[in-house]
Structure formats: C-alpha cells, structure tokens
C-alpha cells in the first residue's frame, strides 16, 4: 500500500541555521509533491509544489528537492527564524484520478531556537 | 478578502447527536473537500464534492454525510453512527486551475 514518512519527532534548529525535513514515500509514483504549512490549531497553508520531472524549486528561503529514483522529497529552509516555527505537511499527488487522491504525510514540527 | 471559513472553532457533542459542521468560501472555488486530522495520522478523506449537487465519498465516509446545494457552502453532518468523532476537521476548496487547495482554519470536535 502507498505510504508516506516524514519524521515523526520534532526538529530543534537554532536560529540563523538550515532546517531540513525529509519525505519519504513508497509504493507511488507521484506526478507532483507540495510542501504545507500547519500552524497549532490552525488549517495547513500551502507554499511549494514540485513536479515529479523537477529536481529542485526555490521560493525565498524555501527550497524543495525531489528525487524520483530515491523516493524522497527534502526541504529547506534557510536561516531559519523562530517564526518558521511549525508542522510542515507533505503532499503527493498522482498522475490521475483528481486532488481527492492526494495523500498527506503525517507532518514534523519544527522548532526554531532563537 | 478572499477564503474559506469554518464554524464553529470548537464545538462539543454529547454521544447520540449529530451535529453540523460549517464551511463557507468566496474563492469561487468549485471543488470543495473535507478532511479529518487526528494526531499521528495524515488529514483522511471524508468527502469531496466537485461541483453543486454532487459530492463523493472520500476514504472514510462512514458516520459522516454532506450537503453541496450551494457552490460557496459544503457542510459537513457527523451523525450519531460516526464511533470515534473526537478530532479536528478541515474544509478546503480548490479552483480548477489550482493544483493546491486552501485550507479553512479548522474545527475541533469534542464529545463529552
């Protein structure tokens, strides 16, 4: 069955440095991954998409990886601020069947230290 | 300004009501989705609904029914059937030229 895998345990970073998350996925074979940002008690915010033909996309201090071969998405970000500090969603969509088959990630909360 | 809201932010149910969870957009939105998020679990599907009048059922429908007689409003009903209700439910929507959705801020059932 299609599973995904983000670190389950938190992430402590200290200010100034790059946090790195990683998704791991198996049994998929996904068009396009999205990165989202989940605030406590709030709805997960949406801030990068990659398409499986992609290796690479950048937006600001964010930065997003994907490798098809290892099956495994990384994000950046880079000096971090303790306002990056959240759970961060991953996203895997396929190739057909609509948005309704998009799976989600369990999410890894990362904690930036000032 | 444009989105998607949710109401109530915290609701409580005592066991054998249903109770009606509301999501609301103005994006123009026609596809619009309800997910449930439990901690240690990815949001799950409950239902979707792509246009007026239509829904499907998404990965875990049971306990729970929809409504979409409006392109702005989607509903989400969990009756008395549903066993486990205690979580925190999401209301998103998408344009058709979106490939990611926006999220509603969410609302936190408790049965008591």
């Known amino acids: 069955s299609q599973k995904i895998e983000q670190n389950s345990e938190a992430l402590n970073i200290q200010e100034g440095k790059t946090a790195t998350l990683t998704c791991n996925y198996t049994?998929?074979?996904?068009?396009?991954l999205q990165w989202y940002r989940q605030d406590p008690g709030r709805g997960p915010v949406f801030l990068l998409l990659?398409?499986?033909?992609?290796k690479e996309k950048r937006k600001e201090r964010l930065k997003v990886t994907f490798d098809t071969t290892l099956k495994q998405s990384l994000f950046h970000i880079t000096a971090s601020q303790p306002a990056d500090s959240a759970t961060y969603l991953c996203?895997?969509?396929?190739?057909?069947?609509?948005?309704?088959?998009?799976?989600f990630g369990t999410g890894t909360k990362l904690q930036v230290i000032p | 300004d444009g989105g998607i809201t949710q109401s109530p932010k915290y609701l409580f149910r005592k066991e054998g009501q249903n109770v009606t969870l509301s999501c609301e957009q103005n994006?123009?939105?026609?596809?619009m989705y309800w997910y449930r998020q439990d901690p240690g679990q990815g949001l799950r599907l409950i239902y979707y609904?792509?246009?007026?009048?239509?829904?499907q059922k998404g990965d875990i429908a049971e306990g729970y029914s929809v409504s979409r007689e409006k392109k702005e409003s989607f509903p989400l009903t969990v009756t008395s059937a549903q066993k486990n209700p205690t979580a925190f439910y999401l209301c998103?929507?998408?344009?058709?030229?979106?490939?990611?959705?926006?999220f509603g801020q969410g609302t936190r059932l408790t049965v008591v």
């Open positions: 609904s792509q246009i007026v009048n239509d829904f």
């Open positions: 990659i398409r499986e033909n992609e």
């Open positions: 994006l123009n939105h026609d596809a």
């Open positions: 996203a895997l969509a396929p190739n057909s069947g609509g948005y309704q088959k998009v799976t």
């Open positions: 998103a929507s998408r344009g058709s030229m979106n490939t990611e959705a926006f």
């Open positions: 049994n998929y074979s996904p068009a396009y």
